[in-house]
């Protein structure tokens, strides 16, 4: 299971999200991204802040793409800004920061009053209700550096900027009252469903809200009336704007909370808000190849509460127990992370929140009864392609979710194999993603290998054998064009976008796939095709060896076939599958080799460590070194460590954001992201 975690954090790489920020960083912390997570919990609810060459400021908007927020506090009568932009209050300074599997915490001064600032997005591996509920909790602390007491007043809004990439679109609004909460919402006047402007879906409702606490007030309107009302009297009208207008009239249309803390050296109870991105149905889902009929699914939260208020309610009043439980998860992935190396329980940290970015939906039967066996899983591509459970992509968060929750990786793996399973899927290889095109036909290797492994990957950490059982044929099918198709391939790609001809790390992917089918068959008791699948493996690997392996003193794996050039190599982050499964395949004496190898090229290797391919120009691929890292693990701790080092050290480059956040594809040497748009996913 220690190699199953090594990669938990590849996921951090495929979901990269433009933000900016202003306050300022004397961080406490060695690790220090330029992008910090702030609400991570859906596909349309990732907001990020900057923090480039170590500013000391958040005093810019943190957001997903275009969306803002803003905070301020007034201590005895002056307004202090700590999160946003262009506001009326004085600029704060960041004294530390932290990022934890599920937390960013900062801790900003303000005068003479310490703000303790905690983005909170729940992690709930035990409880799909509370893991499907597209929320986040804002919490705020203050302390009296000086002895003396203050009076202190929180400030916090939102902009309808959260509801449409199109700031000219009329939204309409609400504030909800009840004697134990207030909520704001907000959506477009004509929403259009399943449509999205700049990565917004412009079918969402964005809420925010808090329990009722003594001295709370509230108000919905111009963002800089509100604004400048808080800076003047520290409170709001408890009114609500009803002239529904664009998102940007006025400057923004926003939602705001006030609260009075009153007079003290320590206010140690936090002041909590909860925000949320609603979409109800969030997907149209077909389950049939070449069919017409959709499915409109639903989160799967809406099982357990008839309202969107009795949600909110829940989620509110369930803060304290959050905190315990995330403790709890925490310590448990952190101590295993930092039994690795600290540069590795960073980089989980950084990483834990966005795999898990799912929609998790459940679907109704005609008389609107919910059907538990029917829960699948839709992942994103928050990037250029904005794909639906992109296999690639999928595989590279599988070590999270076997981590976590094995069933989890199921319930994402389930639409895949369902649609490709009906009788209008004709292909003899499995799809990239839900939906196939005929220009993709060039990366069909490497997702059946990826599938094969996935679902092996399921079924062995989870207990559960339902869709190796349910799905034997069409994983047999893929097994055997993997047979034929392997070791020999032209005209394919592999994950990191390379065209070469038999490509070495490509092979033993398909080659791992047909072992995996090996073992699927034995647990399904096909014991004649388990014995030929067994058979089928160890001779294509046998025919690999020969072929891949160089013949010189270090014997390592060759790029391609017979590439011989001294200067050629690749990661071969494709053998992960072998360690982390133990599926047999590959001989120790290989991964010793490599992993002497790997440490050789490290001591000429960029600052941010190894290309991923001799032929990549320079371009270095996290993901996909940590992958190499896990592979080698059981083989040299030390060239593991080397490997993930590489990656921190990218991570933690503060010095630019023009080089990029955090891209899942940079230059070794310098860092920066490849092309526009390189740090998402592709």
Known sequence: MLNAFLSLPLVLLFTIFASRVDSQFISAQNFLPVSYPLAVRSPYLNAWIDTPDRTTSLNVWPTHWDNNNVGFARIDGVAWQWMGEGGPGNTTTVLTSEITPTQSRFSVLAGSVVLNITFFSPIEPLDLVKQSFPFVYLSVEATSI??????????????????????????????????????????????????????????????YSMQTVSKMTYQSGISGTMRSQFGSTGSLSDTQDNTFQAINAGGFIAFAFAVDLGSSTSFTTPTVWALGIVRDPVIQYVPQAGSSQSQNRRSYFWTQFSSIGNAISAFLSDYTDAVQRATALEQRITSAAQSISTDFAD?????????????????????????????????????????VNAVETLYATMPVHLYLNASWLGMHLQPLLQYQDSSGYQNGFASPDLGMYSGLTEIHLRSTGNMLIMTWAHARMSGDGTLIKRYYDLLKRWTNFLVTNSLLQNNQISADGLQNVNMTNLAIKGILGVAAMAQISSATGEDADAQAFKANASALYQTWKSLALSSSNSGHLLPTYGNTAASGYALMYNMYPDNLLGLGV?????????????????????????????????????????????????????????????????????????????????????????????????
């Open 586 to 682: 590959i001989e120790e004496s290989v991964y010793e080799a490599q992993a002497a190898y790997y440490s050789t090229l490290a001591q000429s290797a960029g600052q941010f460590g190894l290309t991923f391919d001799t032929s990549s120009n320079g371009e270095a691929n996290s993901a996909w070194t940590l992958f190499t890292a896990g592979s080698i693990a059981n083989s040299s701790t030390g060239t593991r460590n080397e490997l993930v080092s590489m990656v921190y050290a990218r991570a933690n480059s503060n010095a630019s954001t023009s080089v990029g956040s955090f891209p899942t594809y940079y230059n070794d040497t310098t860092g920066a992201s490849p092309t526009p748009g390189g740090g998402q996913a592709r």
């Open 347 to 387: 980089l989980v940290s950084f990483g834990a929140r966005q795999a898990l970015t799912s929609d998790i939906t459940i679907s109704q039967d005609s008389n609107g009864a919910w059907n538990y066996s029917d829960v699948l899983a839709f992942q994103r591509d928050t990037g250029k392609s904005r794909r």
């Open 146 to 207: 000086d002895g003396n007491e203050h009076d202190v007043q929180l400030y916090s809004d939102i902009t309808a900027e959260w509801i449409s990439g199109d700031r000219t679109k009329v939204a309409v609004w609400q504030t909800v009252v009840s004697s134990t909460d207030v909520y704001h919402q907000a959506s477009l006047q004509n929403p259009e469903p399943m449509t999205e402007i700049t990565n917004i879906a412009e079918d969402s409702t964005v809420y």
